[in-house]
């Protein structure tokens, strides 16, 4: 079935030059990216996006990472995206994660991972409609 997943290219990616190679990877992975926009992450939006987090001891430096430099956010598309986009992301940790997926090739450390994907459907609706109109969306 096809599906829509939501994608962060996050900071730790984007200054270094990243994001090309990261989309190559995205598309090897046979999705689509149906809308793409570099931003510069507000802090109310980052506050926000990771609001869920809220209570945890990491999510101010969640924050101030997040708008510490341009994100480049994503509309997937493709055959189960969310899986699929969460299969070639790899690990949270780096050095768990598979040979071959983004996270191992170019992730920094567990809180410089690279990327954020939508962990299900509801969510990636949600996630999508922060950043993104319909419009937006060249399916």
Known sequence: MT????????????????TGAINALIEGAGLRIVAQRRIRMTREQAEDFYDVHRERPFYGELVEFMTSAPVVVQVLEGPDAV??????????????AEE???????ALSVGENSVHGSDSLENAKIEIAQFFDEDDIVG
């Open 83 to 96: 899986a699929r986009y969460r299969a070639v992301m790899g690990a949270t940790n780096p050095a768990q």
């Open 3 to 18: 599906e829509r997943t939501f994608s962060i290219i996050k900071p730790d990616a984007t200054r270094r030059n990243l």
């Open 100 to 106: 071959g997926t983004i996270r191992k090739l170019h």
